[in-house]
C-alpha cells in the first residue's frame, strides 16, 4: 500500500507564509505528477499545484506568485511553500500523487488525509 502524510498546516496571520509538505511512503517504484488540492467549507476540491516529474508546474490562478511547489523525488516529497497568505486560502490541503508500485504496474492515484490552513488575523 502507499500512504500520503501531509504536515505543516496550522494558523497564519494574513500575509503570512506556511511550507505544507507531504512524504509518500510504502511500496512505490516511481512518481509521476505530485499535487496540491484544497478545499475551504462549503466549496469544492481544487486544484492548487502541480508538479511533473521532471519539475514542470502548474498553479491556480489565485495563488500564481504566491504559491511555490517543488518536489524531492529521493525522498519521494513534495512541497507547497505559501506566501501572502489571504482569509481565502483558509481550507484543508490534500497531497495528491500518480504512483506506479511497481515497474509492470500502471498509475494508481492516491491521496493524503488532509491537513488544515487556516489565515486570520
Known amino acids: 500500500q502507499v ?4 504536515s ?11 511550507r505544507l509538505s ?7 517504484f516511481s512518481i509521476n505528477n505530485m499535487n496540491w488540492y484544497r ?13 511533473t ?6 498553479y491556480a490562478d489565485s495563488v500564481k506568485g504566491r504559491f511555490t511547489i517543488s518536489r524531492d523525488n529521493a525522498k519521494n516529497t513534495v512541497f ?3 506566501n501572502s497568505l489571504k482569509p481565502e486560502d483558509t481550507a484543508v490541503y490534500y497531497c495528491n500523487a500518480d504512483v506506479r508500485r511497481t515497474m509492470a504496474t500502471g498509475l494508481m492515484n492516491y491521496w493524503g488525509q488532509g491537513i488544515q ?5
Do not use: H, N, W
Open 3 to 6: 500512504q500520503l502524510v501531509e
Open 8 to 18: 505543516g498546516g496550522g494558523l497564519v496571520q494574513p500575509g503570512g507564509s506556511l
Open 22 to 28: 507531504c512524504a509518500a511512503s510504502g511500496s512505490i
Open 80 to 82: 507547497l511553500e505559501m
Open 39 to 51: 478545499q475551504a467549507p462549503g466549496k469544492q476540491r481544487e486544484l492548487v499545484a502541480l508538479i
Open 53 to 58: 516529474r521532471g519539475g514542470m508546474t502548474t
Open 117 to 121: 490552513v487556516t489565515v486570520s488575523s
